[in-house]
């Protein structure tokens, strides 16, 4: 099995937890990003969209992390990423998407270099851009999780999910700004939770190979 990964990517980054909260054993390859390499012929033969990640195991070449992460559940149950009912996958689907279809592309790195390169807006207001989507976002998936009583130690009850799995890369994208993170304690308290499993600390970014 073999990860082609950015160590900054937030997708990457959910897709290192599932992996490792799987125990499967993959081959990390580096894609570039800042530099290009993700446009680059050979990798656009693998994910014409140019983006990270793609996932290559025996059974094909697989893209989206979200759409990866249901195929490793899919493939390897246990432990599984969604909880047994329809209602239940459904909440988690749900604070999952919130992240990785409403907040995340519209601070992910092509969306900011269109901003600032092709637009011309100035780096105050391209970072002003940022912080609004993230706080817009995090505000809401606080007060989602906040008010639940299907909140446990985790974004649902007490064993991590794929809502687990997209809530701490987006965090550390958070961070990065940085973007003040205490107006989100119940998040921050689930991360907090999630950070304490190997997993969760391996897939982070300054342990990647190519972290620099």
């Known amino acids: 099995m073999r990860l082609y990964s950015y160590f900054r990517s937030s997708a990457a980054y959910r897709v290192r937890i599932a992996l490792n909260l799987k125990r499967l054993d993959f081959e990390y390859v580096a894609v570039h990003l800042t530099k290009g390499e993700q446009r680059g012929e050979l990798y656009r033969s693998l994910n014409p969209q140019a983006l990270v990640p793609t996932l290559a195991d025996e059974l094909g070449t697989f893209t989206q992390s979200l759409a990866i992460i249901e195929y490793l559940d899919e493939r390897y149950p ?11 996958r459904a909440r988690v689907r749900a604070i999952a998407l919130a992240i990785a279809c409403d907040i995340h592309p ?14 011309g807006v100035s780096e105050e207001a391209k970072n002003a851009w940022y912080r609004h989507w993230i706080e817009l976002g995090l ?6 999780v906040a008010a639940s009583p299907r909140t446990g130690l985790f974004c649902h ?3 991590p999910t794929v809502a687990d799995i997209c809530l701490v890369p987006q965090l550390a994208n958070a961070r990065r700004l940085p973007i003040p993170l205490e107006p989100y304690p119940t998040l921050l308290r689930i991360e907090s939770n999630c950070q304490k499993m190997d997993p969760f600390a391996n897939a982070a970014p300054a342990r990647q190979p190519d972290a620099a």
């Open 106 to 119: 519209l601070n992910n790195l092509r969306a900011l270099q269109y901003l600032k390169e092709t637009l």
């Open 157 to 159: 009850g007490d064993t």
């Open 78 to 88: 246990d432990p599984p990423l969604l909880p047994p009912s329809a209602q239940e």
């Open 139 to 144: 505000s809401a998936l606080e007060a989602q």
